[in-house]
């Protein structure tokens, strides 16, 4: 089974340069022509089924590259963008050392109150991926968030810290392979140099 993993086109929050978690923006004209290009790189693929976050920003840019309609979409709650709690729409750059450090280097600095620990991301990824490798899927496309991709990829890298903290562009795809109980990581395709 091949895993193609998916980041969201831009939406104005996005644009703005703000913390963009649990907000339910939709993706600008910017961000529907990023997810027609992805469709367009990725070539002729068929996928099998096509997963999302229930953020809108997710469900379209997963309908648009897994050329299906919107109706067809699967939603998993698992796939829904970090709790950014308190700092939800702050500037990048203003929320304070507590979320800049934590966001930076997890692995560092505690996580601040209101925000969804990195143990909860990584455990909700791990149980979305899980279930997802008990399907006889060719290709499969889930369409998800920054935050929560880093720890989806993690666990597809197989990471001893369960993390890829790599930040990926909107609409960015890493692909990988499901086989023999192991994952591979194929190739991404990214939008930006």
């Not at 929050?13 to 027609?36: E, F, H, S, W």
């Not at 709690?85 to 505690?110: D, H, Q, T, V």
Request: hydrophobic share 35%; aromatic share 10%.
């Amino acid at each position: 089974m091949k895993i193609w993993i998916a980041r969201h086109g831009q939406t104005d929050l996005n644009y703005a340069k703000r913390m963009q978690g649990r907000t339910d923006a939709p993706l600008n004209k910017k961000g529907i022509a990023q997810a027609k290009r992805s469709r367009q790189n990725i070539g002729d693929v068929h996928f099998d089924a096509v997963y999302s976050s229930p953020l809108q920003r997710a469900k379209l840019t997963g309908s648009i590259i897994g050329n299906v309609d919107i109706s067809e979409v699967i939603v998993d709650d698992r796939l829904i963008e970090t709790d950014f709690g308190r700092y939800e729409k702050s500037k990048y750059y203003l929320m304070g050392l507590p979320m800049i450090g934590y966001w930076l280097f997890p692995k560092i600095f505690p996580v601040p109150a209101t925000v969804e620990s990195i143990d909860s991301m990584k455990e909700r990824a791990a149980s979305f991926l899980r279930e997802l490798e008990t399907h006889d899927y060719e290709n499969v496309l889930v369409a998800c968030h920054g935050g929560i991709m880093r720890a989806l990829c993690g666990y597809l890298d197989e990471a001893p810290d369960g993390l890829r903290w790599e930040r990926a562009k909107n609409c960015e795809i890493r692909v990988y392979e499901y086989k023999d109980g192991k994952h591979r990581f194929v190739k991404s395709y990214s939008l930006e140099k």
